[in-house]
């Protein structure tokens, strides 16, 4: 149901479903299974309405939720109000971009299918709404620093380092940020933080500009 949920917008072949759910049965096995979870998934739709929610299409062997089904999905409306922020963002209409990217991330409460960390077909999908996600946190972030919008654009870098501990820019704005609210002893130590992880995960050192902006902060210049 969550396979053809994502790809409703068009037929799906038995083929596909088989070689995604089934792929080591034989034709024949394959084909029996795909027709027993068909049959489950129609009893347990048919437990909450008569529509009709899966049908076959003969001509095609292939299966498609009804079209005519009324659908909200989050993973849409994450969407649309990304590509709203971007198009908001592009004219230098910040205020509706920072409406959209705030509701696009409150949408955002988790990885795509994360109860599925074993199905491979969701694979793909997650980390490209995953690296969206990063990409308006990192989009909203900017344009709060701008505004002068230190705690909130800090609260948004911790969010993106939570995912992605290695985000090197994520660690040098929430330095700025911390500095900007005259907390230079977190500033300082957010560079020891990014320091150690990227050592720890990768086996790197900061950049010299990453270092250049400590050692600012340790100066107390304005950053």
Known sequence: FKYLLI???RPTSRDVLIDQFWPEALPEDGRNSLNVAMHGLRQAIRAFT????????RDHAAYRLNPELQIWLDVDEFEQHVRAGHS????????PAVVSYEQATSLYQGDFMADDPYDEWPTLRREQ????????????????????????CANLCRLILARDSCREDAHCR???CYHRQGQLHLALRQYQIC?????????VEPLPS????AER???????
Not at 210 to 213: D, E
């Open 129 to 152: 709404l995953r690296l969206a996600y990063l990409d308006t946190l990192d989009r909203l972030g900017q344009i709060y620093f701008s505004q002068g919008q230190y705690a909130a």
């Open 210 to 213: 990453t270092a250049q902006l």
């Open 7 to 9: 790809h409703r917008d």
């Open 174 to 176: 929430l330095m700025r």
């Open 195 to 203: 320091t150690r992880v990227l050592a720890d995960e990768l086996g």
């Open 50 to 57: 008569d529509m009709p929610v899966v049908s076959y299409r």
């Open 88 to 95: 908001y963002e592009a004219e230098h209409q910040f205020a």
């Open 217 to 223: 902060i340790r100066r107390r210049e304005h950053v």
